[in-house]
């Protein structure tokens, strides 16, 4: 399929599949609250870069039948039970990460601000906690437009979050989000989606929105690499320094425990199910025979760690 055809029919089936803040806030108040990570943040030193792991909090929903598209749920418990973890709920942890260069500090995903659901909104304490003043912030880049990507950028009140910082944005995944034509046909279950990106990358100051195409190097050291398929322009991004190599990958795997030990399995974000599967799969394929230190923001805290093949597809193991 050619980008055009997939740009322009990738609408098709989305209604129920859009992250949606209001269905994660509606979690059955029986299923306890989930143990944020103490402290929320977690150092690596890369080469002559630091990789600061921040967490912003977790999202904690009845595993429902739907949250793995394509498979039933008696099989999806399965999976959770062999790993010793719950099944009647999932935890979604949300870990933005910054890359400290010297003056630059590169802020990458936002997490949600106040502007999300309950036990989230938790970047700021524990970038406080990690000694990174927001101020300070000299560059945010972004992976996608999803909610908990991007409504980080700006407060409900409207005031930038990063006042210093510019804002990298893959050119295909902006032009998906704020083409009129798409936003005046967006389907009902979408415009909540579209309205975020509004609100905050569609408002950013044009001197200060630097858009980059998949691969471009976007600043010295780190490298974007096309990861579609989540979303059409979603892009990972590969940090190197001295020789040593760290791996954002966003949202190529929702959480390891089902999405990286069965990589096809598609988590009803997944706006082309069938590209996405192909991008999990090349690019774990990759970061596991590299042993590369992988970083996902729905990964369990430290949110980075590697990756081990496993059955039919990988364990993810946390750096310590
Ligand atoms: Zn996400």
């Known amino acids: 399929m050619n980008r055009r055809t997939f740009l322009g029919t990738s609408l098709a089936g989305l209604s129920t599949l859009v992250w949606n803040p209001v269905s994660w806030a509606q979690g059955s108040p029986n299923l306890g609250s989930p143990t944020l990570p103490d402290p929320g943040f977690k150092r690596m030193q890369l080469g002559k870069l630091q990789v600061v792991a921040l967490n912003d909090g977790i999202g904690r929903r009845p595993l429902v039948d739907g949250f793995v598209r394509n498979a039933p749920l008696d099989q999806v418990k399965a999976l959770l039970a062999s790993q010793n973890l719950p099944t009647d709920y999932v935890d979604v942890p949300y870990t933005p990460f910054v ?49 908990d990507h991007i409504n980080g950028l700006r407060y409900k009140n409207g005031d930038w979050v990063y006042p210093n910082a510019r804002v990298h944005v893959s050119a295909p995944e902006h032009a998906f989000w704020t083409d009129p034509d798409r936003i005046a046909k967006a389907p009902e279950a979408m415009k909540g989606a579209f309205a975020a990106v509004q609100r905050t990358l569609g408002s950013v100051p044009a001197d200060k929105l630097m858009k980059f195409e998949p691969g471009a190097v976007v600043a010295p050291g780190i490298t974007s690499m096309a990861a579609f398929g989540h979303t059409p322009g979603q892009c990972a991004f590969m940090v190197e320094s001295d020789g040593q190599r760290f791996a954002y990958i966003a949202d190529i795997t929702n959480i390891p425990a089902l999405f990286a030990r069965n990589p096809d399995f598609a988590v009803m974000f997944d706006m082309n199910p069938d590209q996405a599967r192909e991008t999990r799969r090349t690019v774990l394929a990759m970061l596991a025979r590299d042993k590369i230190l992988t970083g996902g923001f729905h990964f369990p805290f430290p949110a980075m760690g590697t990756l081990v093949p496993e059955g039919q597809g990988y364990q993810f193991v946390p750096a310590n």
């Open 99 to 147: 890359i400290l260069d010297g003056d630059k500090r590169y802020l990458l995903d936002t997490g949600f601000a106040d502007n999300g659901p309950p036990n989230s909104g938790k970047l700021h304490a524990n970038m406080k906690a990690a000694g990174i003043a927001p101020e300070s912030i000299t560059d945010v880049i972004i992976s996608h437009y999803h909610g």
